[in-house]
């Protein structure tokens, strides 16, 4: 039993002089921006699942313009990636984040008023452009590999193709 007790001790010793170590780790690897960019990726979570449902409305325009509020934040920061960049490539890949979030503030937007008009229909077009958007946003800047985050878009409810039939059916 004592020994078993020393263990936990050095166990729990252990993890609280671990503990420093994980705060840096992660204040360096994730930045102001991701976090923004997390923050829009929850708001839009949330969006897809509920704007078709009309008593949501009102909650639903709150998230969009968190959204709003969030890529808006996000524009004033740098990409860690432009960071590490010189001269033209800085420029280029600085150019290219800014012209991509305005294409997203465009977007939420669009979002925006398709939702306060109760247009269902748009308002999924939108959900699919937001979607596109940042997947070839995210390809052209060479980020988001692959965070906890990442999954399905939150349209994307169409049913997997079945099968194809075997010859002669
Ligand atoms: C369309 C304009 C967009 C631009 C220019 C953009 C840009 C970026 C950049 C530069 C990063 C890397 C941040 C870092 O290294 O710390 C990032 C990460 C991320 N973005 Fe975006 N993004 C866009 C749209 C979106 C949208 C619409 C969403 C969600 C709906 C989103 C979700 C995320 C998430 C979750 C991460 C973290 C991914 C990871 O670290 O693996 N982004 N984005």
Redesign the pocket.
């Known amino acids: 039993m004592k020994t078993f007790l020393r263990v936990v001790c050095r166990l729990a010793l252990l993890s609280i002089l671990a503990l420093p170590c994980n705060v840096l780790w992660a204040q360096e690897s994730?930045?102001a921006?991701?976090d923004e960019?997390?923050a829009?990726?929850h708001n839009?979570r949330l969006v897809g699942r509920q704007y078709t449902d009309s008593a949501q409305k009102a909650s639903t325009l709150s998230l969009v313009a968190d959204m709003q509020k969030h890529a808006e934040k996000a524009r004033t920061l740098t990409?860690?990636?432009a960071e590490k960049l010189t001269g033209d490539d800085q420029t280029k890949y600085v150019d290219t984040?800014h012209k991509?979030?305005d294409?997203?503030l465009t977007e939420i937007k669009a979002l925006q008023q398709a939702i306060a008009s109760d247009k269902t229909d748009v308002a999924k077009a939108e959900i699919d452009r937001?979607s596109q958007?940042?997947a070839s946003?995210?390809k052209e800047?060479g980020?988001?590999?692959?965070?906890k985050?990442?999954g399905p878009p939150p349209t994307s409810a169409a049913p997997p193709t079945p099968p194809a039939a075997p010859p002669g059916q």
Request: charged share 15%.
């Open positions: 994730e930045s921006l991701h960019m997390e829009i990726n839009f990409p860690p990636k984040f991509d979030i294409a997203l937001i958007l940042k946003s995210h800047l980020v988001g590999g692959g965070g985050h990442h």
